[in-house]
């Protein structure tokens, strides 16, 4: 009986331990596990686009969501993984090994804390488009995907001709070309109606050293007066440049019939060569019978007044002769287009240019956006308030000679611009802010600010009178050295500044820095 005890006490036992064993050796290896932080990266399936000069974000977020603060993040271009645009290491942002091309242009957006590492890229110009890589490492696991960003560039509006069609039959050959585009944007032609014309010629591509695509396409047409023909060159429904013309060529009718057309044409040149002779040859003799009148008279008083005066008649004919044998010349022959009238906006308007703004002059704090020709100010960075210069960006073109002109929108009707300045510099201005903006330096502007009204960059400032404005005429003179300004709502001058001289002219503008009102050239 007591064994029976004994067997089944000592069974129990034998169960109890075993149990507890097995509780000692699984705690340990459960705690030992280590936490799951395995996640993938969710970006954009197609490309993301934006247009130069703007800011874009480059998403990139993780799923499951982790909060990604104790972890590295790292955005790098696929062919330069070394220099990554962005380095987010030991909480926080790493100057080094960075990219120079993207510091001060870049940031980490979305919230951190959340799994979303986006980067947003800053003014954004053509040379940012490609493959970019979101990389994301932790302890235990890294992750990375790609993220491919199109910059797109609006390009020049669309230059028409009209020529004359092989065999007519009343049709004309139209020409489209336009340049400067980027990615390649679609050409169509539409009639009057706004009916899309199918063309089975196709669209001629070619790309210049920065990848900017020109396009340009023909169409034969019915020749027309009165129905205009219409070429859109576009990226999309919102960005988009059109050009119209009327799909006609003059031609001087035949005055007799049976005769060609290029007989006609030249036998209508000899003749008017043969009436421009005619008056040459009229209006030679006539003068000489003038100048013979006139010199017999002239002999005949000179006679008189030597009998008086006791001088001989001999020598005096021979000074008459002396100064008929003088031709008078004029003391300065100007060149066609030199003599403009600087009071007339009309005459000035003819030698109007399309500008285009160079950003890699602008200031850190303006933006340039809509293909680089409106301006706009920025909220500038503390990093960047250290070493400003003067707030305003040049144009691409410079001007050595010539005449040219360009127009300046500063205000909308909708908006109140609370200050701005235009004008030109010359090459190679001292850009210190401690440096004014005066002609002895090198700059000659028009300068607007709502307390100050409107004033020109001389010392003392004069002020002009405006009662308001809203496009500005930019007229510069090479040949006379001048810079005019004009009022092109009244089409009347406002100031003038003489003694312009430098050898390189540039057009340069601001936007100011007390509004994010844009000013543009149009």
């Avoid at 507890?20 to 932080?37: D, F, K, M, S």
């Avoid at 235990?140 to 007519?168: H, I």
């Avoid at 031609?251 to 008056?279: M, N, Y």
């Avoid at 003819?350 to 850190?364: G, S, V």
Wanted: contains cysteine.
């Amino acid at each position: 009986m007591f064994t029976t005890v004994g067997n089944r006490g000592t069974m129990h036992l034998g169960l109890c331990l075993r149990v507890l064993i097995l509780a000692t050796l699984t705690v340990p290896i459960r705690a030992a596990q280590p936490a799951q932080e395995t996640f993938t990266l969710t970006v954009p399936d197609g490309p993301t686009s934006t247009l130069s000069g703007s800011s874009v974000s480059l998403l990139c977020e993780l799923s499951p969501i982790f909060n990604v603060e104790p972890m590295e993040v790292r955005w790098y271009r696929s062919s330069n993984s070394h220099s990554p645009a962005l380095l987010y290491k030991d909480h926080k942002i790493q100057e080094a090994p960075m990219d120079p091309q993207y510091r001060g242009r870049v940031s980490l957006t979305g919230g951190m804390e959340r799994g979303i590492v986006s980067l947003t890229l800053e003014r954004v110009t053509l040379e940012d488009r490609g493959e970019y890589v979101c990389q994301v490492i932790s302890k235990q696991w890294y992750e990375k995907a790609s993220v491919f960003l199109t910059v797109n560039v609006t390009g020049s509006e669309p230059v028409l001709s009209v020529a004359e069609a092989r065999g007519g039959g009343g049709q004309v050959n139209v020409t489209c070309s336009s340049e400067g585009w980027s990615p390649q944007p679609k050409l169509t032609w539409r009639n009057k109606d706004g009916a899309e014309i199918r063309n089975g010629q196709g669209v001629l591509n070619t790309s210049d050293s920065h990848g900017l695509v020109s396009v340009s396409n023909w169409l034969l047409y019915a020749s027309s007066y009165s129905n205009w023909l219409a070429c859109t060159v576009s990226l999309s429904e919102e960005v988009k440049r059109e050009g119209r013309i009327l799909p006609h060529i003059y031609t001087a009718p035949t005055a007799v019939p049976g005769v060609s057309k290029e007989a006609f044409i030249v036998t209508l040149i000899l003749l008017v060569l043969s009436l421009v002779i005619i008056c040459a040859l009229c209006s030679v003799i006539l003068w000489k019978r003038r100048g013979s009148m006139w010199s017999s008279s002239q002999k005949s008083r000179n006679r008189s007044d030597q009998t008086e005066l006791g001088q001989r008649p001999a020598e005096t004919e021979n000074l008459i002769e002396g100064a008929e044998n003088t031709v008078q010349t004029p003391t300065e022959q100007r060149a066609a287009g030199k003599d403009v009238n600087l009071e007339d906006w009309h005459q000035v308007k003819r030698f109007k240019e399309n500008i285009i703004l160079d950003e890699k002059t602008a200031h850190p704090a303006i933006r340039v956006t809509q293909g680089k020709q409106r301006a706009q100010y920025v909220k500038e960075k503390d990093t960047e308030k250290s070493s400003r210069t003067h707030l305003h960006v040049f144009s691409k073109e410079s001007f050595s000679s010539g005449q040219h002109y360009w127009e300046v929108k500063v205000k909308d009707s909708s908006t109140e611009k609370l200050s701005w300045y235009v004008g030109v510099a010359r090459e190679n201005v001292e850009r210190r802010p401690t440096v004014p903006l005066t002609p002895q330096n090198g700059f000659w502007i028009l300068s607007y600010d709502k307390e100050k009204g409107f004033h020109v960059s001389t010392d003392p400032q004069p002020p002009i009178t405006v009662a308001e404005l809203t496009i500005v005429g930019v007229f510069l003179d090479c040949y006379r050295h001048t810079l005019s300004f004009y009022h092109v709502d009244t089409e009347s001058l406002l100031y003038t500044f003489t003694d312009v001289k430098t050898s390189n002219y540039f057009p340069l503008l601001s936007p100011g820095q007390r509004d994010k009102y844009t000013i543009r050239i149009i």
